[in-house]
T-cell receptor
């Protein structure tokens, strides 16, 4: 599925680095999401944005900082990460306010913390 | 969101129908049943969803019991490319809420 694009696909960084993950959706949706998928664990919701406003922060540490400049773009800024933050980070989007519209996911960024 | 229960793994022969069960006995009246699948190293892919009636699309069919406490996803002619983890998720629509994923069913299609 090409509606939600995430870059980069792979990222290796040290614990003192600062990097950003980018997500772009071409579906005209108004809600965007960040999820984290650690090895052998289910996907966990991190943040929700609806019409560019953050509506949910699922107790995520402050070393993860999301940004949603418009309804098509979502960023996850990373700084001073820990080894346990190594995971697949997934972005999704949906058209909310219309009942039962499904979420559409990108293929994720595989993040490794050295 | 209501909790779902799925078998951890299933096998199916290529070309046969794959029937994946899901229990959601605590589902409430405004909650939909969604199915997603995740092929290794990719993001989850939406398959189908329904509220009360059975649904069919180009990928699969969804059968929901009359009491809505369980459902079955049917892949009518499974291929090797259908090998994936399949997630059954109960979720109310209408708001920007995150999905609650469980461990899903790892479906392995055998040649």
């Amino acid at each position: 599925e090409t509606g939600v694009t995430q870059t980069p696909r792979h990222l290796v960084m040290g614990m003192t680095n600062k990097k950003s993950l980018k997500c772009e959706q071409h579906l005209g949706h108004n809600a965007m999401y960040w999820y984290k998928q650690s090895a052998k664990k289910p996907l966990e919701l991190m943040f929700v944005y609806n019409f560019k406003e953050q509506t949910e922060n699922n107790s995520v540490p402050s070393r993860f900082s999301p940004e949603c400049p418009n309804s098509s773009h979502l960023f996850l800024h990373l700084h001073t990460l820990q080894p346990e933050d190594s995971a697949l980070y997934l972005c999704a989007s949906s058209q909310e306010g219309y009942g039962d519209q499904p979420q559409h996911f990108g293929d994720g960024t595989r993040l490794s913390i050295l | 969101d209501a909790k779902t229960t799925q078998p951890p793994s299933m096998d199916c022969a290529e070309g046969r129908a794959a029937n994946l069960p899901c229990n959601h006995s605590t589902i409430s009246g405004n909650e939909y049943v969604y199915w997603y699948r995740q092929i290794h190293s990719q993001g989850p892919q939406y398959i189908i969803h329904g509220l009360k009636n059975n649904e069919t699309n180009e990928m699969a069919s969804l059968i929901i019991t009359e009491d809505r406490k369980s459902s079955t996803l049917i892949l009518p002619h499974a291929t090797l490319r259908d090998t994936a983890v399949y997630y059954c998720i109960v979720h109310s629509g209408g708001g920007a809420d995150g999905l609650t994923f469980g461990k899903g069913t790892h479906l392995i299609i055998q040649p």
